[in-house]
């Protein structure tokens, strides 16, 4: 199992493309964060995050 490195998610925010941001959320959802830590991350990737309830599953929106 790969390791995350720890670091301020907003600072990398910037130098991340759409996709990179997109490929950094599945690396954290598949290593089973806690839905908060995957919240935050995403909100600071510049996602709105809302829940699927019926699925269990978060729906990002994009925007920027």
Known sequence: MQMLIPAPIAALAESLSYDERVAYLTKISAADVRADVFV????????????????????LDWMH
Do not use: E, K, N, Y
Request: proline share 5%; aromatic share 10%; hydrophobic share 55%.
């Open 40 to 59: 935050a991350s995403a909100r600071a990737l510049g996602f709105v995050v809302s829940w699927d309830l019926a699925r269990g599953t978060p729906v």
